[in-house]
């Protein structure tokens, strides 16, 4: 059975001080690492969706990479707009995703 | 792009009460996808449609729950007797699904029903 845990459950940092993500998985057959980002009473906004090991993507101050094991989520910088949960999901044979159960990012002024 | 669509945001029954709710995905999306969502957890998978034919059921979906997407367009999420357990955010997801595609792709989610059974 696909497995996805993240870690730390919730975070918080000052504005502008940098911090990782983890999200761990096991799947058979990877199909893609998704990460969303979810605002409170909303659905998941996509962020990236990396394929294979070694492979990075970046938007604004988000850096998303990915091993044969693990994805981590680079926040640089942050602004208290980068509040927000942070879901990580795996994608496999069967069409659906897998989700983690998320990281609560809190960024104070 | 007018994005997905979902009604109500809010609901609030009785416990033992049907409740339907409706999805309208984004126009040119074949795949609708149905998730829960509990606080503090992340959404898990409940079903998905390719135009309209529903594809998979996960085992947590019951026999008290049905959905359809009749004409391969909107969905409906129907829950009948409903029960405390059954108090979620039910959110919808579209995609595009290319033909003979391998990897998955990127779903676009509705704001969600916030479902509250009494």
């Known amino acids: 059975e696909d497995q996805v845990t993240q870690s730390p459950e919730a975070l918080r940092l000052q504005e502008g001080e940098s911090s990782s993500l983890n999200c761990s998985y096991t799947?058979?057959?990877?199909?893609?690492l998704f990460w969303y980002r979810q605002d409170p009473g909303k659905g998941p906004e996509f962020l990236f969706t990396?394929?294979?090991a070694g492979e990075e993507k970046e938007k604004e101050r988000l850096k998303a990479t990915l091993t044969k094991k693990e994805s981590f989520l680079h926040i640089t910088a942050p602004k208290p707009e980068d509040s927000a949960t942070y879901l990580c999901?795996?994608?496999?044979?069967?069409?659906?995703?897998?989700f983690g159960g998320g990281t609560r990012v809190l960024v104070k002024p | 792009d007018t994005g997905v669509s979902q009604d109500p945001r809010h609901k609030i029954t009785k416990r033992g009460q049907n409740v339907t709710f409706r999805c309208d995905p984004i126009?040119?999306?074949?795949?609708l996808y149905w998730y829960r969502q509990t606080l503090g957890q992340g959404p898990e998978f409940l079903t998905y449609f390719q135009n309209e034919a529903q594809l998979e059921k996960s085992r947590l979906l019951s026999d008290r729950f049905s959905a359809e997407r009749p004409k391969g367009s909107f969905s409906t999420l129907e829950i009948q007797r409903t029960e405390q357990g059954d108090s979620a955010m039910y959110l919808c997801?579209?995609?595009?699904?290319?033909?003979?595609?391998?990897?998955?792709?990127?779903?676009?989610f509705g704001s969600g029903t916030q479902l509250s059974v009494l």
């Open positions: 126009s040119e999306h074949n795949r």
């Open positions: 999901a795996v994608g496999a044979a069967g069409n659906k995703l897998t």
């Open positions: 990396l394929y294979s």
């Open positions: 997801a579209s995609s595009f699904r290319r033909q003979g595609a391998r990897a998955n792709e990127k779903l676009f």
């Open positions: 799947v058979s057959g990877l199909r893609g």
